[in-house]
């Protein structure tokens, strides 16, 4: 069985206003690449192999982080279409966004986006070109991939809150069959010191 290591990037200007980044390709903010400087990677990051999304602000936080990741275009965020550089205050506000859109589902899409069904799609290609590879992997991508990879390890349907949360300043660490498919190992190691 392959084992595979993911964080989510730092911080970014935009996470810090509540805008939606989705395919926008906004670079970590100076707190961000402050938070990544505490940042430690856990034991169990010990001879992996890493990829990142090329995505500014997750390969520049796989950089900082020391570490000479391969691109892996299916790991960027998903996109959100019409509502990307939106806040989603605003969003909510002016009746365009459910107050729980999380309620809708894997099938959830904003106008022109893609939905988490779509994301998990992209994700098991992924999963299981590594799992017939066999390579133990790292990854920094981002918070959709974190959530469309946590649903396909433990069937969460994404129509209520996950049975854990996906913490940042956190690697979560998942075991694949030799199909790709994902099981939960651990979640939340912290990075922090």
Request: hydrophobic share 40%; net charge negative.
């Amino acid at each position: 069985m392959t084992t595979l290591l993911i964080l989510r990037h730092g911080p970014t200007a935009w996470n810090a206003e509540g805008r939606i980044q989705g395919s926008i390709d906004e670079p970590l903010s100076d707190a961000g690449r402050a938070r990544i400087a505490r940042y430690r990677l856990p034991s169990e990051s010990a001879g992996l192999r890493w990829v990142a999304s090329p995505k500014r602000r997750a390969w520049e936080t796989a950089l900082l982080l020391g570490l000479d990741p391969r691109p892996e275009p299916r790991l960027v965020e998903m996109d959100w279409g019409e509502w990307e550089g939106q806040r989603t205050e605003d969003l909510r506000a002016d009746g365009r966004m459910p107050a729980r859109h999380d309620r809708l589902g894997l099938d959830f899409k904003a106008p022109g986006g893609e939905s988490p069904r779509e994301v998990q799609d992209r994700l098991r290609s992924w999963l299981a070109d590594l799992a017939a590879e066999g390579h133990p992997t790292g990854a920094v991508a981002h918070n959709g991939i974190l959530r469309a990879l946590y649903s396909l390890a433990t069937g969460w349907d994404m129509r209520d809150d996950p049975a854990e949360d996906l913490r940042n300043g956190c690697a979560h660490l998942f075991r694949l069959a030799k199909d790709g498919t994902p099981e939960m190992l651990r979640l939340n190691i912290s990075l922090l010191e």
